[in-house]
């Protein structure tokens, strides 16, 4: 099992950019997590998904951010236009209903916006 | 805002000595999870422990859990260098769906 998969790994774009994170979770995972974590506020979860459907996106800061999951195996979080306080490590999850929740983490993506 | 509190926020410990970290919740939960961040990584799910459980082992890892107080520990014995990482506890509440709470995490730190 290659576990989730997260790209890119780095990422640094000037403030105005489009950026696209991409998130492939772990194959038969039915639920998808997006989370933020920055030393200030920590570990923030943005969105999440289940069957492919937004669940909670009570977590994204503004209209600047959306996520989408068109099929079971991929997922994006798109921020437009950027701004320097978006930059963070953002990860990607992805959970099992009968493995009690447990969360798979991708490595993340070190996002600076400049 | 985040359901889990860890305490303390940071530990600084000799190799070979026990590390404990604690977590305090405010909701009735399914079950608490903890978790291992190394640095520049992702997480990683240590143990779970369910709701009716009072304790959990896993190697060097007990996890003990107070629903009357809302809290819950986690020891780490005997503990190596490269137990060094910052640890996370996350609770799943009742209801549908998979989500988590994520706490504020301990940074843990073993001197060899």
């Known amino acids: 099992d290659a576990g989730v998969i997260q790209s890119p790994r780095h990422e640094v774009t000037e403030m105005g950019q489009e950026v696209t994170l991409r998130c492939k979770p772990i194959?038969?995972?039915?639920?998808l997590f997006w989370y933020r974590q920055t030393m200030m506020r920590g570990l923030e979860l943005l969105i999440y998904?289940?069957?492919?459907?937004?669940?909670?996106d009570s977590g994204m800061p503004e209209d600047r951010f959306s996520a989408k999951m068109p099929n079971a195996s991929f997922s994006t979080l798109k921020i437009q236009p950027s701004e320097p306080r978006d930059s963070a490590v953002y990860f990607c999850?992805?959970?099992?209903?009968?493995?009690?929740?447990?969360?798979?983490f991708g490595p993340g993506t070190r996002l600076t916006v400049t | 805002s985040q359901q889990g509190e860890e305490d303390p926020q940071a530990l600084s410990i000799q190799e070979g000595e026990n590390a404990t970290m604690n977590c305090s919740y405010k909701?009735?939960?399914?079950?608490l999870q903890w978790y291992r961040q190394n640095s520049g990584r992702g997480l990683v799910h240590l143990i779970l422990i369910r709701s009716n459980e009072r304790e959990k082992h896993s190697g060097r890892l007990r996890v003990t859990l107070d629903t009357s107080k809302k809290s819950s520990s986690l020891l780490i014995t005997a503990s190596r260098a490269a137990d060094t990482a910052s640890y996370f506890c996350a609770t799943a509440g009742p209801g549908g769906y998979q989500k988590v709470t994520f706490g504020t995490g301990t940074k843990l730190q073993v001197i060899p």
């Open positions: 909701t009735s939960i399914n079950n």
């Open positions: 194959s038969g995972h039915n639920s």
């Open positions: 999850a992805s959970s099992y209903r009968d493995r009690d929740y447990e969360q798979y």
């Open positions: 998904f289940n069957n492919n459907v937004p669940i909670d």
